[in-house]
Every structure is written in C-alpha cells, then in structure tokens.
C-alpha cells in the first residue's frame, strides 16, 4: 500500500525546506564575509613576514631609511683622492740608513721592456720598531721558620 501524499503535508515540507534554505544563505552570506577579512589578514600578514625578511637579511642602522638607495656609492676614499696627512715625513737626521734601489727593467702592469732613465725618484720609509728585550729581575728571598717552644 502506497502511502497517500496530501497536499498539506506537501506544503509544510516545502516550508520548511525554505526555512533551512534561507539559513543557508545567511550562514553562506557570515562566511563568505569572514572569508574576505581572512584574505586581508593574510595578505598584511604577507606583506609584513616579507619586511621582515628583508629586513634580517640586511644590517640597517638605526638611523638609516627602510629603502635603501638604488645605486649607492662604495664605501671608502678613492683612490689618489683626500688629504694624505697621515704619515709625515721624517726628520733628515734620524734617517739611519738610505738605500738606492735600481729601476725596474720591465713595466709591472704590462711586462714591457722599459728603456728610458728615471725621470725622477719618490721616496718612501720604513720605520722599524725595535725589539724590546724584557728586563728580568730574581729575588733571593731569605724564608724564616719560626722554632717551636
């Protein structure tokens, strides 16, 4: 026997089936709200994991700026520029030794015979440091034992 079907019972079904839809919905409609602030989270998550990195990789001092200029200069004085003042000159008397040393036969760059006389002489010292030799003292050092009574 087939069970009969009313049109009541066909109703109340539908009724609640569109009660149950509708709370999807809603619930669809919460989520898909959620789901996009989780995205922006994310993304500022991102953003700031990646400013981090960069910043570990590079020493920044704690004044410098976070970008760092996109074609910087070496560090250091170039070469043959700025003052030269420090080492001086020393004083004639207290030269010890002057030694003459021969021209180069051959460029040092380039290793061509060189065949012309020196034009003119620079002149360069050395100052040696002497060596200290330490000054070792002994101590004789009468000890006493005091007699027991």
């Known amino acids: 026997m087939a069970a009969e079907v009313t049109v009541e ?12 839809i509708a709370l999807l919905i809603t619930q669809n409609s919460e989520q898909a709200a959620q789901i996009t602030l989780l995205v922006e989270e ?12 960069r910043q570990v990789k590079r020493y920044v001092a704690p004044h410098s700026r976070e970008q760092p200029k996109a074609d910087p200069k070496p560090p250091g004085r170039r070469a043959g520029q700025g003052t030269f003042s420090f080492k001086h000159t020393p004083a004639r008397d207290t030269v010890t030794r002057i030694i ?8 040092v760059f380039c290793q061509t015979p060189l065949t012309g006389t020196a034009y003119k002489s620079d002149l360069a010292w050395i100052t040696e440091l002497p060596r200290v030799q ?4 002994q101590y004789n050092v009468p000890v006493v034992r005091q007699e027991a009574a």
């Open 9 to 20: 019972a066909l109703l109340q079904q539908l009724a609640e089936q569109a009660e149950k």
């Open 42 to 53: 994310n993304a500022r998550q991102k953003k700031r994991i990646e400013q981090l990195e």
């Open 100 to 107: 003459d040393v021969e021209p180069a036969n051959t460029c």
């Open 134 to 137: 330490p000054e070792i003292t």
